[in-house]
Structures are given as structure tokens and as C-alpha cells.
């Protein structure tokens, strides 16, 4: 396969280190504060291993000359949970040194025409962000056996080179999950719930410094509505089913819109559309 070099062994170790601290002012409400020390070896994958994908116009290649990715993170926090409900706000910086950014774009194969995708170390970089969860009972029902629930959360992170000031493109865009459930006893479980993701922005995209290379265009943003079913008619036997995209919405994660490497292998790397799954579990 094209991109594929000589391998290459490595042999990486690190001692770690970590602080938490919990501050309780009520029984309810917890206060803490995380800070770890992180240490990360590149994938045999991404050391040794290339290939390309003419469907979708693009080629990995390996990089044995990758680096550990270290890292340096703090955490400040809120939870709060009492018998009805449920919150939780954490914000978290992280400082990265040789921060290993997967399928990175960096060219165009002259042979093939195809975009060049290969991981890389970033020198210098961070992410920030923030990330909120609530969930409130909202009434009971059926003798106080069945609860009518309300779940969310909200996830938000940037990440960027600290010289360049270049974006970081495995960071994922602001995501918002809202979803309504009605649980009875340990046996039925239903839950209606909408993901809600936004377009990815030009300016937090990082492009290859190829000139000829194609740049990756701003993704659409998109919301889905799933379906979701679980039922335990005896304790040894679980069914689960799930109606997924209901709404037959063509939509794409950014992880797949990246890494295509043309328009047309961009429609091919589509999510699917409505879909159903039965799944029975039996426990012996």
C-alpha cells in the first residue's frame, strides 16, 4: 500500500503525577479540582502503518518519526445530585507538548492526486472547554413506580498550535444532547433524544500547508432524533431496540468529513440515514 515505510520499533516511559482535591459545603454540592499529568505513546498503527482509499481520494501515511504526546491538565468542577436530580459543570485546560494530531493533512500526492493524511507532532499547543450535564425527574407516575426524566448536556472545546495559533482539527464542535425518558422499576427503559451538532467554522480548521492541496471546506451543522427501547422482561433476558435518525437526516461527523479528500468521496462518507437495531441479551 501507498504510504506504507520500513518499520520502525519504539519504547517510550513516563512517570505521572496527580492532585485532587473535593470540597463538600453541602451534602448535595461537591467542589473539586483535578490536576494529572499525561503521557501518551504514538499507535503502532500510526508509527508503521499506511494505505490508500481511492473511493474516498486520499492516502495515510505512516510517521516513524513521531514523538510521545505529553500533557499537563486542569480540572475546576461543580456536581451537584440529590434523590430528584442531577448537575454537573466541569471546565479543563490542558497544555500539550509534541501533541500527536491524527490524520493531519499535509499535501497531494503528485502520483495519484490523492490527499496526504499523516499524524504529527504539534510542538506547543492547548485545549480548553467546558462540558455541563443536568438531569431532573420531572414527575412520577404508576404508583411513583414509573419517573418521566429530563437528561442534557452540553460540550464545548477549542484547540490551538501556541505560536501558530493554528487550529486543532481533532477537536470536535460544539455538541448539545437533549433527551426525555420514562423508566418503570428495573424493567422498561424509553428515552426520545435529539443531538444537536454545529457546522464546523472556517477559522477553527486547519488546513495543509500545501498550497495545491484542496482545503477542507466548513462542515454543516446538523440535529438527529433517536429512539431507544430496553426492556428486562426477566432479570436473566434484556431486549434492546433503537429507531436512529428518524428523521432521515444525510448528515456527517466531523471525523469523516475531514479526512475525505474529495466532494464526491465526501457524499460517500455520509452518516446513514434512518436505520433500525433489535439486539436480544440472554445471561446465563
Known amino acids: 500500500n501507498a504510504g506504507v515505510l520500513p518499520p520502525d520499533s519504539m519504547s517510550e516511559s513516563q512517570f505521572s503525577k496527580r492532585l485532587a482535591l473535593l470540597w463538600h459545603p453541602t451534602e448535595e454540592n461537591t467542589i473539586f479540582f483535578n490536576y494529572s499529568e499525561g503521557f501518551r505513546a504514538p499507535t503502532y498503527s500510526a ?4 494505505f490508500s482509499n481511492p473511493a ?7 510517521n516513524p518519526n513521531l514523538k510521545p504526546e505529553k500533557s499537563q491538565s486542569y480540572e475546576l468542577g461543580w456536581n451537584y445530585i440529590d434523590e430528584t436530580k442531577s448537575f454537573a459543570l466541569t471546565g479543563f485546560y490542558v497544555d ?47 404508583n411513583g413506580h414509573g419517573i418521566i426524566g429530563l437528561n442534557a448536556s452540553l460540550a464545548y472545546a477549542k ?8 487550529p ?27 443531538k444537536a451538532v454545529q457546522a464546523k467554522k472556517e477559522g477553527d480548521i486547519s488546513q495543509a500547508s500545501d498550497p495545491r492541496s484542496p482545503k477542507i471546506p466548513r462542515s454543516p451543522g446538523y440535529a438527529t432524533l433517536d ?13 434492546n431496540a433503537g429507531l436512529y435518525n428518524v428523521f432521515d ?8 468529513w475531514k479526512s475525505a479528500g474529495s466532494a464526491s468521496a465526501r457524499e460517500r462518507a455520509s452518516n446513514p440515514g434512518f436505520n433500525a437495531a433489535l439486539s436480544i441479551k440472554y445471561e446465563f
Open 47 to 50: 508509527v508503521n502503518m499506511g
Open 56 to 62: 474516498h481520494g486520499y492516502i495515510s501515511r505512516s
Open 96 to 142: 500539550y507538548k509534541n501533541f500527536i494530531e491524527e490524520q493531519a493533512p499535509t499535501g497531494i500526492d503528485p502520483d495519484t492526486g490523492y490527499m496526504i493524511f499523516q499524524a504529527r507532532n504539534l510542538d506547543k499547543s492547548r485545549i480548553y472547554g467546558f462540558e455541563a450535564k443536568a438531569h431532573m425527574n420531572l414527575f412520577t407516575i404508576q
Open 159 to 166: 484547540g490551538e498550535e501556541r505560536k501558530t495559533k493554528n
Open 168 to 194: 486543532i482539527n481533532s477537536v470536535e464542535p460544539l455538541t448539545a444532547v437533549v433527551g426525555i425518558d420514562y423508566t418503570y422499576l428495573d424493567k422498561l427503559y424509553l428515552s426520545a433524544r435529539v
Open 227 to 239: 429512539l431507544i427501547a430496553e426492556y428486562k422482561p426477566q432479570r436473566d433476558i434484556t431486549i
Open 249 to 256: 437526516k444525510q448528515y456527517w461527523s466531523w471525523s469523516e
